[in-house]
């Protein structure tokens, strides 16, 4: 079964940092270009950065430069969304998209409050 789940929202205060996993099964995992997107409450989903098949390239959202990183363990089937500086404008749901095959995850909440 083609799947990807992500794992790792959850609440936390201006200024923290989160760490979100998306672990993939049921594909050649190494072979696709993985994405990171979100979703506020009324608002379209919005792409937050691409990573390459192995790795070396990555793209971000202007909106996280600088405070995001995208990383990738081709051995583990896994492929991590590093968040710093989180403001409360982060807050959505992040989801974790695989293009070959093209398949999403389910998404897991952030939630950037005091």
């Known amino acids: 079964q083609v799947q990807l789940v992500e794992s790792g929202g959850e609440l936390v205060q201006p200024g923290g940092s989160l760490r979100l996993s998306c672990v993939a099964s049921g594909f050649t995992f190494s072979n696709s270009i993985m994405l990171w997107y979100r979703q506020a409450p009324g608002k379209e989903r919005e792409w937050v950065g691409t990573?390459?098949?192995?790795?070396?390239?990555?793209n971000y959202a202007d909106s996280v430069k600088g405070r995001f990183t995208m990383s990738r363990d081709n051995g583990k089937n896994s492929f991590d969304l590093q968040m710093n500086n989180l403001k409360p404008e982060d807050t959505a749901v992040y989801f974790c998209?695989?293009?070959?095959?093209?398949?999403w995850g389910q998404g897991t909440q952030v939630t950037v409050s005091s």
């Open positions: 998209r695989a293009l070959s095959p093209d398949v």
């Open positions: 990573i390459g098949a192995d790795g070396d390239l990555a």
